[in-house]
């Protein structure tokens, strides 16, 4: 069993005029050992980069490589929509692998860079 140990960092002294951001929370997660990173070349259809039926309960990393394209991910096959991750953009969640996740460009054919790391049972 490996360990994965994400930290995330928000500060800023000027998002609030009542006070100054600074929070920073760290976790450590037991995962089965390594991680399945893939690129995915997307377009304006929605193309399945996840499928349920080859997953366990997961944390997946996403990010959108494009400078200018925003990108959508969604539930497979109806449409329903988790995140949209403008130009640039990334996100880390826990993914419970119930459903097909899938990713659908606003235009062009920017580039999501997907990891995938699976929960130790």
Known sequence: MASLVPTLTLTSSDVSTAEALSLSVTDNLAV?????SFQVVTSTTGTVFAAAANYSK????????DANIAMTIEKANNGD?????G?????????AAAV???????????????RIYQAAS
């Open 32 to 36: 089965s050992g390594g991680a399945i």
């Open 58 to 65: 997961s944390y997946v990393f996403l990010q959108n490589l």
């Open 81 to 85: 929509e988790y995140m949209t991750l």
């Open 87 to 95: 130009a640039k953009e990334f996100a880390f969640f826990p993914w």
């Open 100 to 114: 097909d996740l899938a990713v659908d460009a606003a235009s062009g054919t920017p580039t999501l860079e997907v």
